[in-house]
């Protein structure tokens, strides 16, 4: 899978993926990096006219780590900024950070092997 994602701060963008998230990459076309994840899944989920879901359309980033609390901390040495705390949903851990270009991501630390 390929996924774009578009900013107004595509520069400030690209520094935190290699400098804060500290993701592999190579070089792409253009001289564009390609950050290079090692696993991904796509899940499809509902949205509701009521308007108290995120809207049809919208795509929630979520990384995936094995001890969400070191990896905060970790990730807070580099100066990411957290929006709020861990909290648990009964089936992960997680918390949401951001990104340059007004993006927010989540993180997060599953209960169930491999998910």
Known sequence: MHLMVYSRKDEALTQFLRDKLRLPFRDGDDGWPLFEV??????????????????????????????????????KSRGVKFTQGVEDDGSMLFTLFEAPGDLVWMLYQSYHPGG
Not at 48 to 55: A, H, I, L, Q, V
Not at 61 to 70: G, L, N
């Open 38 to 75: 090692s696993t991904a899944d796509l899940g499809a989920y509902p949205t509701s006219e009521r308007g108290d879901e995120p809207p049809s359309g919208w795509m929630l980033p979520m990384f995936r780590c094995d001890d969400i609390h070191t990896t905060v901390s970790e990730l």
